[in-house]
Nanobody, 124 residues
Framework: AHVVESGGGLVQAGGSLRLSCAAS????????MGWFRQAPGKERDFVAA????????YYADSVKGRFTISRDNANNMLYLQMDSLKPEDTAVYYC??????????????????WGQGTQVTVSS
């Protein structure tokens, strides 16, 4: 199984970025998916999750109202639209897959597959 993130970069505060995650070699349409992020010197934190059919989404309080998670099962793609970006959003962003249903558990343990991450830097 593989998940590969893309779309990171440098953006000014208040700007937007759209991250993508390409999934392969597993039944993407049956998996819940999530986004996590890790800032320098900090733990990896939950950002957002989406159920296999997009019917349910969860967000960390810190991104609620600014970020939107979505997926395209026909093309095995996961997205994270990030608006109104803040310097504190600077981190490496990771895509993760969970073979069981979506969970409110914001830990890393429930997820089975992880990507290598994409860097997002927000300048003030």
């Amino acid at each position: 199984a593989h998940v590969v993130e893309s779309g990171g970069g440098l953006v000014q505060a208040g700007g937007s970025l759209r991250l993508s995650c390409a999934a392969s070699e597993f039944s993407f349409g049956l998996f819940a998916m999530g986004w996590f992020r890790q800032a320098p010197g900090k733990e990896r934190d939950f950002v957002a999750a989406i159920s296999y059919n997009s019917g349910t989404t969860y967000y960390a309080d810190s991104v609620k109202g600014r970020f939107t998670i979505s997926r395209d099962n026909a093309n095995n793609m996961l997205y994270l639209q990030m608006d109104s970006l803040k310097p504190e959003d600077t981190a490496v962003y990771y895509c993760a897959a969970r073979r069981r249903g979506i969970t409110t558990d914001q830990g890393l343990g429930p997820y089975d597959y992880w990507g290598q991450g994409t860097q997002v830097t927000v300048s003030s």
